[in-house]
């Protein structure tokens, strides 16, 4: 194990005191599914928040829920409605033989816009700009500029979200939500400081 991936774990180690109740605020407000969306957003904001300060609070979310409200409706259709063009293309491509590259392609773009969507939120908090087109962008970027970054908290994520959904699906309710977006966070205020320092 890679001595920034230990690193990685024991900031998760020592800050799970907050991310738990984090997680279960963002559960209960998810529970009327309508707002389930913005209770997404304010759990990033809450996560981005413990990012840059060290500590978050259930004010924070509330406060997230209310000034990200309108921006998470945003992200979470647009992000939505592409994820649904891209699973609708896949099953109409199913059972022709010949739409094998094709499906290959769209399967793809669906990984690609999966883990662009992990930095796409958090670069949202960032920005001055809040504008989707530029937060893409910038996602985009760190993918480029830095794969390390990017893969690695893909990983990260993966390990974490994938046991909870296939092994243990009560994690989402204790820890496993604002885990990932907290790794999300992390890795964005990561990649800025170092476009920072390179001038």
């Known amino acids: 194990m890679s001595d920034k991936l230990q690193d990685e774990l024991w900031i998760v180690y020592y800050r799970a005191a907050d991310l738990i109740p984090l997680n279960l605020l963002w559960f209960v407000a998810s529970l009327p599914l309508i707002t ?4 997404l957003g304010a759990l990033f904001y809450a996560t981005n928040h413990m990012a840059h300060r060290g500590s978050s609070s259930w004010r924070v979310f509330m406060e997230g829920f209310r000034r990200c409200f309108g921006l998470s409706w945003r992200w979470g ?4 409605v592409i994820l649904g063009i891209l ?7 199913r059972d022709m033989d010949w739409a094998y590259p094709i499906r290959l392609l769209i399967t793809a773009i669906l990984v690609a816009w999966i883990d662009i969507q992990l930095f796409t ?7 001055s700009d809040q504008r989707f087109r530029t ?7 760190i993918f480029i500029r830095w794969p390390g970054i990017a ?16 092994l243990f699906p009560p994690a989402w309710i204790f820890l496993s939500a604002s885990l990932c977006t907290y790794l999300s966070n992390r890795a964005v205020l990561r990649a800025i400081s170092k476009l920072k320092a390179a001038g």
């Open 135 to 141: 937060a893409l962008r910038n996602s985009g970027v």
């Open 77 to 80: 259709l647009m992000t939505t």
């Open 87 to 93: 699973f609708f293309l896949l099953w109409f491509y």
């Open 36 to 39: 389930a969306i913005p209770a």
């Open 151 to 166: 893969l690695g908290t893909s990983l990260l994520i993966a390990l974490v979200a994938l046991p909870s959904i296939f």
């Open 121 to 127: 939120f958090p670069l949202l908090l960032e920005q």
